[in-house]
Structures are given as structure tokens and as C-alpha cells.
């Protein structure tokens, strides 16, 4: 596996890492905790050494079966998580205070089983406590040896610009693939300027990008993708020529549309390392041979060619959550 370094003070991680959620949040019911944790390790067996989890996603128990885990590998690993919810629930609300952030990161180094916290995100803006703040308060945390890095996710260039004052940013992490591309904007020139990582999450569009979708498509109970617009049968119709681009330049390279939409991702900045997630094994060698996946001056323009003239469908996330988000 290729490594890559998360900005100008980072670490060096694998060019795929591997993100957690959907082992036990977010896409249904999750897997068992044995598979859970043969998966994380498999990863770490074909070369992952980047793994991102959250008190939010259970919450809790993802940490714990990360934590589990990556007991007997951990001086090899960089693991992320995050804070920023009311109780590590996220319908309930976001919550920065800085007695909640210690809070979150003294029970997080008790479920990952470690004695720091390599990266440590605010999971969300939280729009009542000051940036300041937040930074502040887990500047504490690395002075005292808790935490690593600080990152944020999903924060706007005015938020990294008042939180690095405080304390560096290292790592931002925020949706951005082939069919969200709004972080090319304002985000990515301010982690250039600022020397930040780059982490993309949902890299795969959710699972969209990987071609095994279409409007057809039926989502399990407790998979948010039902209520995200994106997703509505509609949308997925409409925006089924972008998997068919992908696809085309896929056979091309005998590789697979996932594959492609990855390897784009590496080939915008050498400083960012996206974080697809998966149950299946299988899926999971699929993503980690991205990182073996070059695309050509050619190949990029045809991509790049083929999104001007699609227009993506569909909001990310539902009225009631784009309504709440903060930058």
C-alpha cells in the first residue's frame, strides 16, 4: 500500500483508509461484532493503516469493536474519531462545550483501549460555543498527551481559520467525491494555504458510485439513505450516466467504476486520503487496489469532461439536517 502524509504536520497513513461507520451505524443494522472486527483487520492485513470511527456511530459501539480491533496492532495504526454530539447522538444535536469534548475523549480512550487519540475531530460545527474554544480545549488535550491531532469535519474556511489560530489544524474531513464537489470551492484552497490533510468521507457516494446501484435499488430498515434526496428512486435515475461514465473508463483499465472513482480523489491533491467503508471483504480489496489505480492526463479530462455536462440530483442530506448544519 502507497502511503501518503495527512498535510504539512500529519502523519503518514495508508493512500485508502478505511472508515467504520457502516459496521455498526448509519446503512441498517450493521454486522456482528466478530465480523466487525475480522474485517478492520483484514484491512490492516492489506495494508490499511488509517482507521475512522466516532462515539456517534452506535454510538459507541463502533468504537469499542475498533478499539478491540486494533489492540494487537496499535503502534502501526492512526486512529481517528470524533466529538460533537449531545450524548454521541446526532438527532439530538450538536454539543462543543469543552467540559463535553474531555468528557468524550477520556471515555473514547477507554473504548479504542489506547492512551491517545491520533486524530481527534469536531464531528460538526457547533454554531453556540466559539471556535476558539473548541480549539482551546483540545489543545489541552494534546498538551496533555490525549490526543495528537486536532481535525474538524465538515467546517467552512472561516471555522478552520479560527480554530488553527488556536491550535493547527491537521486533518479536515468532509464529503467530497465524483458527485460532490462543492469542498473544491473555498475548502480545499484553504487546506493548501493552511498545509491541512484532506480526508474525504462517502467517497463512493454512499455506495452509488460503485455501479451496484440503480433506481431499483431497495434500502434495508434503519439505512439512511431512504430519507436522503439523493437517493429518492428519481434521482438515482437521473443521475445513473455518471456510473455509466465511470464504468466505461473502468473497462478501459479492466478495473471497476469504484476503483476509478477513488483513484480521482488520490489524483486531485497528494494530500488526500479518502476513507471509503464496506462490510464485504471482497468490496474492501476492491477499494484498497485503488491505490495501485493511475489515471492518465487523458483519463482525468474525460472525467472531468463527462461532469460538466451531468447535473447531479438530489440533496446530500434531508431539509431538516441541511438546516442545522453550521460551517
Not at 174 to 192: A, G, K, N
Request: charged residues 25%; proline residues 7%; glycine residues 8%.
Amino acid at each position: 500500500m502507497k502511503k501518503r502524509k495527512l498535510g504539512t504536520r500529519g502523519p503518514e497513513v495508508s493512500a485508502i483508509g478505511y472508515g467504520c461507520m457502516g459496521l455498526s451505524f448509519a446503512y441498517g443494522p450493521g454486522v456482528e461484532r466478530a465480523s466487525a472486527i475480522s474485517i478492520i483487520r483484514t484491512a490492516f492485513d492489506l495494508g490499511v493503516t488509517f482507521f475512522d470511527t466516532a462515539e456517534a456511530y452506535g454510538p459507541f459501539a463502533n468504537e469499542e469493536i475498533v478499539g478491540e480491533a486494533l489492540a494487537p496492532m496499535r503502534d502501526d495504526v492512526v486512529i481517528a474519531t470524533k466529538f460533537g454530539f449531545r450524548n454521541g447522538v446526532p438527532s439530538t444535536g450538536v454539543d462543543s462545550r469543552p467540559e463535553r469534548i474531555r468528557e468524550v475523549a477520556d471515555a473514547a480512550l477507554q473504548r479504542l483501549r489506547t492512551d491517545r487519540i491520533d486524530i481527534f475531530y469536531q464531528h460538526r460545527v457547533d454554531p453556540d460555543v466559539p471556535m476558539e474554544d473548541v480549539a482551546g480545549a483540545v489543545k489541552a488535550l494534546i498538551d496533555e498527551g490525549k490526543v495528537s491531532h486536532f481535525g474538524l469535519s465538515e467546517a467552512g474556511p472561516q471555522s478552520i481559520r479560527r480554530a488553527h489560530a488556536v491550535q493547527p489544524v491537521t486533518v479536515l474531513q468532509s464529503e467530497y467525491s465524483l458527485w460532490w464537489r462543492e469542498p473544491e470551492i473555498d475548502v480545499l484552497p484553504t487546506c493548501q494555504e493552511l498545509g491541512i490533510g484532506f480526508v474525504p468521507f462517502s467517497p463512493l457516494g454512499r455506495g452509488f458510485l460503485t455501479g451496484k446501484m440503480d433506481d431499483t435499488t431497495a434500502f434495508a430498515d434503519g439505512d439512511l439513505r431512504k430519507n436522503f434526496p439523493r437517493f429518492s428512486t428519481d434521482a438515482r435515475k437521473a443521475n445513473q450516466p455518471l456510473v455509466e461514465q465511470l464504468a466505461s473508463i473502468a473497462a478501459a483499465q479492466n478495473v471497476s467504476p469504484a476503483q476509478i472513482a477513488l483513484a480521482w480523489l488520490l489524483a486531485q491533491k497528494p494530500w488526500i486520503v479518502p476513507i471509503p467503508g464496506t462490510t464485504k471483504v471482497e468490496r474492501l480489496t476492491e477499494n484498497v487496489g485503488a491505490a495501485g489505480v493511475a489515471l492518465s492526463a487523458e483519463e482525468l479530462r474525460r472525467i472531468g469532461e463527462a461532469l460538466s455536462h451531468i447535473d447531479i440530483q438530489g440533496e446530500r442530506y434531508p431539509p431538516e439536517v441541511l438546516a442545522r448544519m453550521a460551517r
